[in-house]
């Protein structure tokens, strides 16, 4: 991560990435070997994008990317600063950076990144890009940039003392207003790193402008974690997401996120989610499907009525999983009711559900100055075993509105439509994020709700959302071929591994270290042991990552 300083620079040294063997891993726990395995030219194509840089020398030359690092043609390229353009490399605008370079190959570089055969890539310097004007506010592009996703490896900070701290919360608040009014105009989903915690200088808690409401703020899995939330402003959930990326550092997970991202939109626009593809490709629709495909690590865990991590967000990014849900296709709401403000909302009685336990819906939920409003989703989550039980996972998104400082209130609610049980529920007043994770689901039918309060502090009337759902159950197969054994699995969703053990006795010992990593074939993760040295028992479980 390198930090955009106010009237100060800060140079960091970049770290070296470790060799093509851990980055096989890595593609593995984003979900890229799957979506690669399954889906078909998955790699960007047609989506331009942006990576905004901040110059890593003290002379403010050293942000721009090299064509011939990342394996592209110096034509995919685009250089500003100060006003000007070029689409010539090497200029007179800067010069080659380390950091922008690896930032790049995890994004687009033509064999290591997510995306790569982007359709044309905007490199920013940060500095022309973001600006701070006299009056404490910032200042974006005046003008659409045509870059549907814009890459961020910096933070802001101030040096106090020889020491990197946060931008006070006026000041953060000032950056997320841009943000967020670009954003919104535009429809622009910016994806930037967290921060990398204080153990690396930075501020123990997430740093702008990943605190916009309507980005992506991104962390980091490995090693100490990074910056995690809650926000200084007002309390909101943030990292949205980590990944699992080489070097370690927010800087390097970014790119992967916006890769997803960018991987996400070719597929919404080409119609992989339907027919609707402006709805498919919003960056509302991609940020609530990548969240919603997320992996749970083994200690994820929130504290209502925040709705994510605090470190982790909602998890660590799975592309595949994300794409799984997007080409389950949009189903709308089945009923939609008013009610009086604060009253309760049981679910309706209705035999109609959801087609599909796996998909996501663009629409809007209308309330008044005296009504609340609730969309209901019916889902029949049913299973041939009888001793089957579910994990469902939903996300739902909206945008802060151009030139407003809060937000609608939205809130998520799960209930058993068979005795109107409540038994989930995401609820927070501050985020314009609701996320509702639920492990163990036993078969029945259920209502999902999305619910929009009424009154005279509304922002509008009408708030358009994203929601995205996934409920799965998952089952390992067990196969004798002479002295090997096959183990299969659904590949969707991803994000299980498998591990052994040498007996049942107490305590058991589980391990996932001498499992190979699955093949995937006819829609199945497939492993292929020989348990003669010991391993007689097997089962799946969340990744140790």
Request: hydrophobic share 35%; charged share 10%.
């Amino acid at each position: 991560m390198k930090h955009l300083i106010k009237r100060l620079l800060i140079t960091l040294v970049c770290t070296c990435f470790p060799c093509a063997v851990i980055y096989a891993q890595d593609f593995w726990t984003a979900g890229v070997t799957e979506l690669r395995a399954f889906g078909t030219n998955l790699y960007g194509s047609g989506i331009r994008v942006a990576q905004v840089e901040f110059p890593i020398d003290a002379q403010g030359l050293e942000w721009e990317v090299s064509p011939t690092y990342v394996g592209q043609p110096p034509s995919l390229f685009t250089y500003y600063s100060n006003n000007v353009s070029t689409n010539v490399y090497p200029n007179s605008l800067g010069e080659e950076s380390i950091h922008a370079d690896s930032v790049a190959w995890n994004f687009y570089d033509v064999t290591t990144g997510v995306a790569t055969n982007v359709a044309h890539v905007d490199n920013y310097n940060a500095n022309y890009f973001i600006v701070e004007n006299l009056n404490d506010t910032f200042s974006l592009p005046s003008s659409n940039i045509d870059d549907p996703v814009v890459n961020q490896s910096f933070a802001f900070g101030d040096e106090v003392s020889n020491q990197f701290v946060n931008l006070s919360s006026n000041e953060q608040a000032a950056v997320d207003t841009a943000y967020d009014n670009y954003a919104t105009k535009y429809s622009t989903l910016f994806v930037s790193g967290a921060g990398n915690g204080a153990e690396n200088g930075d501020p123990p808690y997430v740093s702008a402008p990943a605190t916009c409401y309507d980005g992506i703020g991104v962390g980091v899995f490995e090693g100490n974690g990074s910056s995690p939330g809650p926000t200084i402003d007002n309390g909101r959930c943030k990292p949205d997401l980590t990944a699992i990326a080489p070097g370690g550092a927010t800087s390097y997970s970014c790119p992967i996120v916006a890769g997803a991202a960018t991987v996400l939109m070719q597929a919404g626009g080409r119609g992989d989610g339907g027919s609707d593809t402006n709805f498919a490709r919003n960056m509302v629709t991609v940020k609530a499907l990548l969240m919603n495909g997320a992996v749970k690590p083994a200690d994820w865990s929130n504290s209502p009525p925040s709705p994510l991590d605090f470190r982790y967000g909602a998890g660590v990014v799975n592309v595949f999983n994300s794409y799984e849900q997007l080409i389950g296709g949009e189903h709308g709401y089945n009923f939609t009711t008013n009610i009086p403000m604060g009253t309760a909302h049981p679910p309706v009685v209705t035999t109609a559900s959801i087609s599909t336990l796996h998909g996501w819906d663009f629409n809007t939920n209308t309330s008044s100055s005296s009504k609340d409003s609730v969309s209901h989703y019916f889902f029949n989550a049913t299973n041939s075993n009888d001793d089957a039980s579910f994990m469902l996972t939903a996300t739902l998104v909206w945008n802060r509105h151009q030139n407003t400082s809060g937000i609608n209130n939205l809130e998520l609610f799960l209930y058993n439509a068979a005795n109107s049980n409540l038994l989930a529920s995401s609820t927070s007043i501050v985020d314009n994020v609701q996320y509702v994770f639920v492990p163990q689901l036993p078969q029945g039918r259920y209502d999902l709700q999305v619910w929009k309060a009424g009154g005279g502090s509304i922002i509008s009337d009408s708030e358009p959302y994203a929601l995205a759902w996934s409920i799965s159950s998952e089952s390992l197969s067990i196969a004798g071929s002479g002295t090997n054994v096959c183990l299969s699995w659904p590949a969707y969703p991803a994000g299980f591994a498998v591990a052994e053990a040498s007996s049942l006795n107490s305590p058991v010992v589980w391990s996932t270290n001498n499992v190979p990593l699955p093949v995937f074939t006819n829609n199945q993760a497939v492993i292929w042991l020989n348990p003669s040295g010991g391993a007689q028992f097997f089962r799946l479980q969340t990744p140790d990552f």
